[in-house]
């Protein structure tokens, strides 16, 4: 669901004046507006949004979440609701859909809002549901990238980075436009909601935004040209699983030759559904690959918990 008009919905609890529009005659001059409600540009505005909508979920019995501060969720008797805030943006999901019809109703009379249908498209993220469970990729958002990075007519590569790169160990001249390098990977954090193979090729690349060399952006451009094989590549969330939780951890001792830290690798399963993934340095130094496996084996228990 999408609000009309979200930052003039806002309630003000400060005293914030104004000069006069324009067009606007006063018959005394010199004299300021006091705002009552909210205004687009205001820096109050965002907040104050929040603080209604949340208020307005509260009082029809959902609970925010400590973890997410944009997540609601709803439960009584046997019925589920979530809501998921952008914004002005909701995405609702729920269980039953006489309930959730009533949920939308009363968002109404709050709000002028607007129903835009079943999810299909948020925040370049695109879903599609049938029998087997909710797929989620992000193909406009992976072809954006391929044609900014002017790559739409290389050939694809068959693997994200080269087997045995020395990207660490690289002392050729430095870039000559860095920010080109640091817009392009930062797209490439934003990819891996859906691309968990791209975890490790990101992390790495990730490493080197203040000074990147030549080498590290050619790298880049490989990771471009291995998306350009398969731009629908995404997750898939089996409609069919049992509710457990499973998880994957490795460690690669001492990986980095300039610090000797160790590198910590974990993927976590709902069932057949994966959820969480993560490819990090860790902070100290190991003595032994029993060592690593054991810090690898601690984060990832942290996420489990």
């Not at 609601?72 to 999901?93: G, P």
């Not at 980075?161 to 954090?189: F, M, Y």
């Not at 029993?290 to 918990?305: D, F, G, H, W």
Request: proline share 4%; charged share 20%; with cysteine.
């Amino acid at each position: 669901m999408d609000v009309h008009n979200v930052f003039l919905q806002g309630e003000l609890d400060e005293k914030v004046y104004m000069h006069m529009p324009p067009g606007f005659t006063s018959p005394t001059p010199g004299k300021v507006c006091r705002l009552q409600k909210s205004l687009y540009g205001l820096r109050q505005a965002p907040r104050c949004w929040f603080a209604k909508l949340a208020a307005a979920l509260t009082s029809y019995g959902f609970k925010q979440s400590y973890s997410d501060y944009s997540l609601f969720t709803y439960e009584a008797q046997h019925i589920q609701l979530n809501v998921l805030v952008y914004i002005d943006d909701l995405v609702i999901s729920g269980n039953d859909g006489t309930t959730m019809q009533q949920f939308k109703d009363y968002l109404n009379r709050c709000f002028h809002m607007k129903d835009l249908g079943k999810l299909k498209y948020f925040l370049g993220i695109e879903g599609a549901r049938n029998s087997d469970g909710i797929f989620l990729c992000q193909r406009k958002y992976t072809l954006d990238i391929i044609s900014k990075a002017g790559l739409l007519g290389a050939k694809p590569a068959g693997t994200p980075l080269e087997q045995n790169h020395k990207l660490t160990l690289v002392a050729n001249s430095d870039l000559r436009d860095p920010g080109q390098h640091k817009c392009l990977v930062g797209r490439l954090i934003y990819l891996m909601i859906t691309q968990p193979e791209l975890s490790y090729c990101v992390h790495m690349l990730a490493q080197f935004m203040q000074q990147p060399k030549d080498e590290h952006w050619e790298a880049t451009l490989r990771v471009v040209r291995y998306l350009k094989g398969n731009p629908r590549q995404g997750i898939l969330l089996h409609s069919d699983y049992d509710l457990k939780l499973y998880a994957y951890c490795d460690s690669n001792w001492a990986s980095c030759p300039l610090t000797r830290r160790s590198l910590t690798g974990y993927f976590i399963l709902l069932g057949n559904s994966p959820i969480s993934w993560k490819t990090k340095k860790q902070h100290t130094m190991s003595r032994s690959s029993t060592e690593a496996e054991y810090r690898s084996m601690a984060t990832t228990t942290c996420e489990l918990k």
